[in-house]
């Protein structure tokens, strides 16, 4: 490989190196046991992710999110329709299939219109980023938090959806409002030499939906490791191409960050500065599960106030909002701007989901107190 190609391929993939580098540090830093590496790779979701990725990959190999891409691009006339309602799906979505699995289904899809139409791709990727964290709020199994959060308080999913209401309606008012007003006015105009006019390999689309299916059926029952073993050896065996093409390195990016922030959210130096915080103080968790969000993810932030914080709605608020802002905010995040990989696209996100964060923290919890 020639320096050229080695500095291109350190300049995409710093995330990787960066938090590689970081958990490294850290093991020298502060020597943990086995186990403790074992909790923080988090291989069940890494499982997951790792079969969801390869389904992905079969379902754009079968040629049928091309085809979907067109027929909805020919349907649509104005590009802000056709992006609040991509925007509305992330959204809705979002509930059922968690906010990482729906950016799976959605970003390939608008990446495709894009490749098309004159839809704007990244200011569409960064949108449907918003959406899925506004629309998992509201839902006890939209994201990872909500669903520590709702085993851990022992509440209804009635009851959560509903003490949720408020907080997730502010923040998909405000994802609507910035996506009618970003969104351009033009009508849809399609590169009719850019469709792909070939067939769909029907028996690949057919397996890869299946497949994708029973992965999120799998990661709800806590057989993720099976899925994707299953699926990894069915690939390999009858479509090892799309196997091959697989983004194993996102695989790689996120083993690094579950090991960096998972060792740092557990230094002892970070406990101490906890216990000095007095979380019975609802602003003061509010702002906490906000700022730890920004540093460490929302999800491992939930996993280090857990035990901290009285009220787990006052957390799940919190930690939700806090996917907001620094792209490391909401491991989504980072998803969507892997997955459409549009050139400077963390600039893009952070151009928006910082300022999106200021206006939608302080008019969340003024709503939801």
């Given amino acids: 490989m020639t320096a050229r190609r080695w500095l291109a391929w350190l300049r995409a993939e710093w995330l990787l190196l960066a938090f590689a580098l970081l958990a490294a540090v850290l093991a020298l830093a502060d020597p943990q046991p086995a186990a403790a590496w074992g909790r923080w790779l988090q291989g069940p979701t890494l499982a997951g992710l790792a079969g969801l990725l390869i389904a992905i990959q079969g379902i754009r190999d079968s040629a049928l999110v091309q085809h979907a891409a067109a027929m909805l691009a020919a349907r649509t006339h104005s590009l802000r329709t056709l992006g609040l309602l991509l925007v509305a799906a992330a959204a809705v979505l979002s509930m059922v299939l968690t906010n990482d699995v729906s950016l799976f289904v959605l970003v390939p899809l608008t990446v495709a219109i894009g490749s098309v139409s004159n839809l704007p791709v990244l200011r569409m990727v960064v949108l449907e980023a918003l959406a899925v964290n506004a629309g998992s709020t509201l839902s006890p199994i939209g994201n990872p938090q909500n669903l520590l959060l709702w085993q851990h308080g022992q509440l ?3 009851g959560f959806a509903w003490a949720m209401l408020p907080a997730a309606a ?28 070939g067939a769909v390999a029907g028996g690949l689309a057919t397996f890869s939906l299946a497949a994708l299916l029973a992965m999120v059926l799998l990661m709800e029952y806590g057989h993720a490791a099976f899925g994707a073993g299953v699926l990894l050896v069915i690939f390999a065996l009858a479509s090892p191409r799309s196997l091959a093409r697989v983004d194993w390195l996102l695989l790689l990016t996120f083993a690094a960050i579950f090991l960096g922030l998972g ?13 000095r915080l007095d979380f019975s103080q609802p602003l003061t968790l509010y702002l906490a599960g906000i700022a730890a969000s920004q540093l460490i993810s929302n999800v491992p932030a939930t996993v280090l106030l857990l035990e901290r914080a009285s009220d787990p709605i006052a957390l799940a608020v919190a930690v939700n909002v806090g996917g907001f802002g620094l ?14 990989r ?11 989901s ?10 969340v919890y003024l709503i939801w107190r």
């Fill in 156 to 158: 209804s999913f009635l």
């Fill in 170 to 197: 502010v923040m998909f008012a405000l994802v609507a409002a910035l996506a009618w007003a970003w969104l351009p006015r033009d009508r849809v105009t399609l590169a009719t030499e850019a469709l792909d006019h």
């Fill in 263 to 275: 060792h740092l959210a557990e230094l002892p130096q970070v406990r101490a500065a906890l216990d």
């Fill in 327 to 340: 792209a490391i905010g909401s491991l989504a995040n980072l998803i969507a701007l892997r997955l459409a």
């Fill in 342 to 352: 549009q050139p400077h696209g963390l600039r893009a996100l952070h151009r928006v």
């Fill in 354 to 363: 910082i300022p999106f964060l200021l206006v939608c923290a302080p008019l």
